[in-house]
């Protein structure tokens, strides 16, 4: 069955330290996002692609980045940590531009910066 | 800016009854508005879709309405059950295929 992955599920970094957090899916989608959730915040947009080489900034792309090589993976590194940092991210993709699909979510990478 | 709101953040129900969870939206240019389930711990999966030119949406024991107009959007859960104790998010979809989501609904069901 098609789906999407997230590794790590839990990482634990200092502050400063560069981090990456995995997303790959098998649906062959276009789209892929990346969102945090915070208390008191709800889910909020870091970053998202709509294909190879396509990135975007979402509403809090500030110290983040993402690179888009193959349909399958987007990648998200935080730079240099901070404790702001500290979050559960979230990663989604979806078929199509025009609205009419749903995203589907992956399990979620629970960050930590000490 | 498209501000989604939802309340109560929490909500406590005896099984049987019919949960409503409330989602209002402030900015009416949407493609469409989706309920999402999320339970502790895990991601988030996608319950209802209601596209901006529909009015309800329904599966099961969930019926979703929408009226674009006011800015407002209503998930019905009919007969709650233990199991359906989870949070409910509402988000809603802009040019882009691009989510912006409500803060939540934490919805117990007590046996």
């Known amino acids: 069955d098609a789906e999407i992955t997230q590794s790590p599920r839990h990482k634990i970094t200092e502050t400063g330290r560069q981090v990456t957090l995995a997303c790959h899916q098998t649906?062959?989608?276009?789209?892929m996002f990346w969102y945090r959730q915070d208390l008191g915040h709800g889910l909020r947009l870091i970053h998202y692609s709509y294909g190879v080489q396509d990135t975007n900034k979402g509403e809090v792309s500030d110290g983040y980045s993402v690179s888009r090589s193959n349909t399958e993976d987007l990648p998200l590194t935080l730079e240099s940590a901070a404790s702001s940092q500290t979050s559960v991210y979230f990663c989604a993709s979806s078929e199509g531009s025009g609205g009419l699909e749903t995203q589907y979510f992956g399990p979620g990478t629970r960050l930590l910066v000490l | 800016k498209q501000e989604v709101t939802q309340i109560p953040a929490a909500l406590s129900v005896p099984e049987g009854e019919n949960l409503v969870l409330n989602c209002s939206f402030t900015?009416?240019?949407?493609?469409?508005l989706q309920w999402f389930r999320q339970d502790p711990g895990k991601g988030l999966t996608s319950l209802l879709l209601i596209q901006s030119s529909q009015r309800e949406q329904t599966s099961g024991r969930l019926n979703a309405s929408l009226d674009k107009s006011s800015g407002r959007s209503t998930l019905y859960i009919a007969a709650s059950q233990p199991g359906d104790s989870a949070t409910y998010l509402c988000a809603v979809t802009a040019a882009g295929n691009k989510l912006t989501f409500g803060g939540g609904t934490r919805v117990l069901v007590k046996p």
């Open positions: 900015d009416s240019a949407i493609y469409n």
């Open positions: 649906w062959n989608h276009n789209n």
